[in-house]
Nanobody
Framework: QVQLVESGGGLAQAGGSLRLSCEAS??????????MAWFRQAPGKEREFVAV????????DYADSVKGRFTISRDNAKNAVNLQMNSLKPDDTAVYYC???????????????????WGQGTQVTVSS
């Protein structure tokens, strides 16, 4: 059984920074189709894509709303992915979820329903 555990959420002021981490355990993911991603969900809104990174780190993708402010990276030795969030805005307030899957094709990496494994979520609150 796969488990994803997020950490690092909290409260920040607008313009500040937070770093989220997600560590996978229970299974050794491998292969070029293994992706780890971050999604977020604000109250009353649908879950939305934030960023994704392919296992080799040669491919990354970001939502337009976070491009240039957020950076996704990974530690393959720990099966972990990090999300460095800079220049935070109140609109970034949401529960952030880590997701992983080993069977995706690149065209589907932004689609939440395509991921089999999810973390429990961590709250990020940005005050103005």
């Amino acid at each position: 059984q796969v488990q994803l555990v997020e950490s690092g959420g909290g409260l920040a002021q607008a313009g500040g920074s937070l770093r989220l981490s997600c560590e996978a355990s229970g299974r050794a993911f491998s292969g070029s189709r293994f992706y780890m991603a971050w999604f977020r969900q604000a109250p009353g809104k649908e879950r939305e894509f934030v960023a994704v990174l392919e296992r080799s780190s040669r491919y990354a993708d970001y939502a337009d709303s976070v491009k240039g402010r957020f950076t996704i990276s990974r530690d393959n030795a720990k099966n972990a992915v990090n999300l460095q969030m800079n220049s935070l805005k109140p609109d970034d307030t949401a529960v952030y979820y880590c997701a992983a899957d080993s069977t995706l094709i690149r065209s589907s990496v932004r689609v939440a329903s395509q991921y089999d494994y999810w973390g429990q979520g961590t709250q990020v609150t940005v005050s103005s």
